[in-house]
């Protein structure tokens, strides 16, 4: 099989979009309604306490003092945000192994038509779902040494960080408490994923176990750096559009509750660009994947038959 | 070798301007590598008291900070404004004589009674009481060795913020015939109270180091072996501060005064915080007009502005001295518009009013300089970089000093202290600084509100006149305030300054309901008639009730805006003044009651606003768009973790 490039990769992304373009809008469809009920959630919580307030509307809207009286008086209700954040954050990653599942298989199996290509996701979504499961407790060690190692990395420059006086400096030390950590971390984010793509490739041929699978994944990741850069320029397209409509929506308040689906409506449309970037990406890694030296089939040895 | 100041230590020179009981002259020597000072100190001390004294207090500040027993320790457990002190640069003052008329002393120094182990405070008996009138002459020889910085004084590296730093005698306080000695220990809440002055410095230092130095530079000669000797002379001052680092630079400016005058305004920074300094410059420039166009004109031909290195900021910057201040807030966060620096700078230079000249007890009375200067300080913001932009301008985001402090600052459970209470005894740093700082502005801004900005300013400013280069307490702001304002304030000032209690303004009822003649049974047996619906139907108008209360132990004035339904509205005004804690209001109007506006023009800086603005029926609007904002971030975060 010949040896992929970078560019095979990146070109894989566009074509997944293309041909499953349905897949891909029905899994931001789950995402969005998750966000959505986030977003009713929360303005529950504040209406609770703010809707009498005219004080909360100005604070909405950009005005700095009564926003600092809201969040003093509001702490209670910032307290519940918070918790509707986590909750819809845990909620969807224990529906993200299903759903990258799902993906996986397709862009794997390659299904034709709307009927198979849902049959094809949810089977495939069912079937790694406990794998994907054990491959996230196994990948937990890892999270801890990134903490440990952002931990460390921020206190040798916490310092540098307090006394900055110009923006070069700032950047500096917060390169040198991030940078380690952020590395470390798309090396093993990068590894969960190639290994999620053997974990759904050799599913049905070879069941392979997931702690051989992560380490063998490991392995392969240090001795293919382009899965790290094929990696990192997802992660660098979804970071320079998340900051394209920071800038462009800065100094842009929408007023009234017409206002706020408008916004609603154009983060979506963020969110449904960034979720492309997420997809292709995976596309990339299920060629990549496949390309893969296949790993050891378990072999089920029944011992009374040899007597 | 540093340019001589020509000008005089008083601006245009003249006749003492207050009553110079406390005289130094000072040698000292700097060893920039030991943090050390060898010195002598001849004071020249005046009884201007109606009472003999047998018996001199002293300051020796740096012993605070020379165990864990001083009382500035125990009180701040280590740490003052969220800088530690270091376990290895501890400080002391040692006295290594004392010579009154040629007799050595030494012996005699003892620790006042109370001392309980902190030796910040020394008392010299005399063998000669010293009568009202009289002048007594002591030497003193000392070695000091600076603390590693912390609350405001040492060294950090090469840098050196030396105050407070010389034996300091106390205050001769109270009525005239019984006056007593105030000399209390150093505490972390506490800062200075002394008697003004003249005092001549030299200092031998190292040629290398930029030195500078409250008063104005007279002389300066090489001392050989790479040090030279700075002499500095100042007068009607009360404290004597200076500054030494190999690698400050200084860049200087002109205000212009409002008597015609000027004074060289000067700042001391290192080339990387260069940017910081013009910005504390012009800040300075402006304070320095500004407060002398407001209260009296700045009376000395230089401020000097210390822009401490960035490791010493937290500990030495934001500290005040006759003619020379330490500022802070130099930081990569503090982008232009984002005026922190500037407040630091300008509150600092406000100080050398608001107990520079005002020279208050700062012990028993911080609100008086604190609060005071507090107050002023929004004023001058205000006038220096726009009402509404004071404290911030940056990226669509604007603030106003006091309304931004207010917001951030204001306690929604009263402190257990009152506000004129003692610096030292407030329950803890918190309750003092919220007490001495904020709530005083708040205070001075109700008042002034309530009683006219023009009429308030000028009271101030009589007040300034009044007791510039004295020793005023709050009784006597009190009486002049109530006085020039034509008003008995009492019923402000007692609550406000020495109750606990506050203003808890609340709207604690509000509806309406259709207007209609009474409905009912009326009169008895055959005169007996019921009255129903139909006979007294709806007018059509509304019948709305309003009940407002006060729960705190401040009464003031209220204003109260009735918005209704039509965008009609309907100004109220509830006075509680000895009528009660509450008042119901009764509107009838043809359009429903659709909000309540208690103090609309937010007069009332004394009390949390935030419910303040209350409309009857509840609009979710805004937080939909709260809620909009917190799922697009959810989304993004879920976009990271998940597909």
């Known amino acids: ?307 | 070798m540093p340019k001589i100041d020509g000008s005089p230590a008083l601006r245009g020179g003249g006749a003492a301007r207050s009553p110079r009981a406390a005289n130094y002259k000072i040698e000292a020597r700097l060893d920039p590598l030991r943090h050390t000072l060898v010195a002598s100190e001849t004071l020249t001390w005046t009884n201007t008291s109606a009472s003999e004294v047998d018996m001199l207090p002293f300051h020796l500040y740096l012993n605070a900070f020379k165990n864990e027993q001083s009382l500035l320790m125990r009180s701040s457990q280590g740490m003052v404004r969220q800088a530690k002190v270091s376990e290895t640069g501890w400080g002391f003052l040692q006295i290594d004589s004392v010579h009154v008329a040629g007799v050595d002393l030494t012996a005699k120094l003892h620790p006042p009674a109370d001392a309980a182990g902190d030796e910040s405070v020394v008392e010299l008996p005399l063998t000669q009481p010293v009568a009202p009138g009289a002048t007594i002459e002591v030497a003193f020889k000392f070695t000091a060795q600076l603390p590693e910085v912390f609350a405001r004084t040492g060294h950090k590296g090469d840098f050196h913020m030396v105050a407070q730093w010389f034996p300091k005698i106390g205050v001769r306080v109270g009525p005239p015939g019984a006056e007593r000695w105030d000399c209390p220990p150093l505490h972390a809440n506490s800062e200075f109270f002394a008697d003004f002055g003249t005092y001549d410095v030299a200092l031998t230092v190292p040629s290398t180091h930029t030195i500078a130095a409250t008063g104005v530079l007279t002389n300066a000669v090489d001392a050989g072996r790479g040090m030279r000797t700075l002499t500095y002379h100042a007068e009607d001052v009360h404290d004597f501060a200076w500054m030494a680092d190999p690698f400050m630079d200084v860049m200087s400016g002109q205000a212009k005064l409002v008597d015609e005058g000027t004074v060289e305004v000067r700042v001391y920074y290192r080339a990387e915080q260069k940017d910081f300094a013009r910005r504390h410059l012009d800040a300075a420039i402006g304070a320095v007009e500004k407060f002398s166009a407001m209260f009296v004109p700045y009376p000395w031909p230089i401020m000097s502005v210390i822009d401490p290195p960035v490791d010493a900021m937290s500990d030495a910057g934001g500290m005040e001295y006759p003619t020379l201040v330490t500022t802070a807030g130099d930081s990569v966060f503090a982008r232009p518009g984002i005026r922190v620096p500037e407040y630091v700078t300008v509150h600092e230079v406000g100080h050398n009013w608001f107990q520079g000249i005002l020279a208050s007890n700062e012990a028993d009375e911080a609100w008086l300089d604190e609060g005071v200067n507090e107050w002023a300080d929004a004023h001058v913001m205000a006038e220096l970089y726009g009402q509404r932009t004071s404290l911030l301008d940056w990226m669509g985001w604007q603030g106003e000093l006091s309304a931004v402090v207010r917001a951030a600052t204001i306690s929604k459970r009263e402190t257990p202290s009152a506000i004129a209470t003692a610096a030292y005894a407030f329950v803890d740093s918190a309750a003092y600084a919220e007490s001495s700082y904020g709530a005083t502005q708040r205070a001075l801004l109700t008042l002034e509100r309530a009683v006219g900005s023009q009429r308030f300013l000028a009271a101030m400013k009589a007040y300034a006149k009044a007791f510039a280069f004295r020793h005023p307490t709050g009784r006597e702001l009190f009486d002049l305030l109530s006085s020039e304002l034509g008003q008995d304030l009492s019923w402000f000032f007692g609550p406000v300054f020495h109750e606990v209690g506050g203003l808890q303004l609340a709207l604690r009822h509000a509806g309406c309901r259709p207007a209609h003649a009474a409905r009912g049974v009326f009169g008895d047996g055959s005169a007996k008639k019921t009255v129903t619906e139909l006979e007294a139907p709806d007018t059509g108008t509304w019948r709305c009730d309003v009940v407002v209360q006060n729960t705190g132990t401040v009464h003031v004035p209220v204003e109260i805006e009735l918005r209704f339904a039509d965008g009609s509205t309907k100004q109220l005004r509830w006075d509680d003044r000895g009528t009660g804690n509450w008042e119901r209001f009764v509107v009838e109007r043809s359009s429903r009651l659709v909000e309540v506006w208690l103090d609309p023009e937010n007069k009332i800086a004394l009390d949390n606003p935030t419910a303040h603005h209350y409309r009857l029926d509840g609009d979710g609007a805004a937080a939909l768009r709260a809620g909009a904002w917190f799922s697009s971030f959810t989304q993004t975060v879920l976009q990271i973790v998940g597909p």
């Open chain 1, 1 to 307: 099989m010949a040896r992929l490039g970078l560019g095979d990769l990146i070109g894989a992304g566009p074509r997944a979009v293309s041909r499953y373009t349905g897949t891909l809008l029905a899994v931001f469809v789950v995402q969005s309604l998750i966000a959505a009920t986030c977003m009713i959630a929360v303005a529950l919580v504040f209406a609770q306490a703010f809707a009498h307030l005219p004080l909360f509307d100005d604070a909405v809207d950009g005005d700095l003092v009564a926003l600092l009286y809201c969040l003093r008086y509001g702490k209670p209700s910032l307290v519940a945000t918070g918790g509707i954040v986590f909750a819809a954050v845990v909620l969807w990653q224990l529906a993200s192994w299903f759903l990258v599942g799902g993906l996986n298989g397709v862009l794997a199996q390659r299904p034709e038509g709307r009927g198979d290509t849902a049959r094809c996701f949810g089977a495939s979504g069912a079937a790694t779902y406990l794998a994907y499961a054990r491959l996230a407790l196994c990948a937990l060690p890892g999270w801890v040494v990134v903490l440990f190692v952002f931990g460390t990395a921020t206190s040798l420059v916490s310092s540098h960080i307090v006394h900055a006086l110009t923006v070069p400096e700032l950047i500096g030390a917060l390169a040198v408490a991030v940078l380690p950590a952020a590395l470390l971390l798309h090396l093993l984010w990068t590894v969960s994923d190639y290994a999620r793509v053997e974990l759904t490739l050799r599913h049905d041929t070879h069941d392979p176990g997931v702690i051989a699978t992560y380490l063998r994944t490991l392995s392969y990741v240090l001795r293919r750096p382009v899965t790290l850069v094929h990696g990192a320029i997802g992660w660098l397209l979804f970071g320079l559009v998340t900051a394209a409509y920071a800038y462009l929506a800065q100094g842009h308040p929408m007023y009234g509750a017409g206002g706020a689906v408008t916004l609603f409506v154009a983060r979506a449309g963020v969110s449904l660009l960034r979720m492309a970037f997420r997809f292709g990406v995976l596309a990339g890694q299920i060629e990549l994947g496949r390309t893969r030296p296949l790993p050891p089939r378990r072999i089920e040895v029944n011992l009374d038959s040899k007597s």
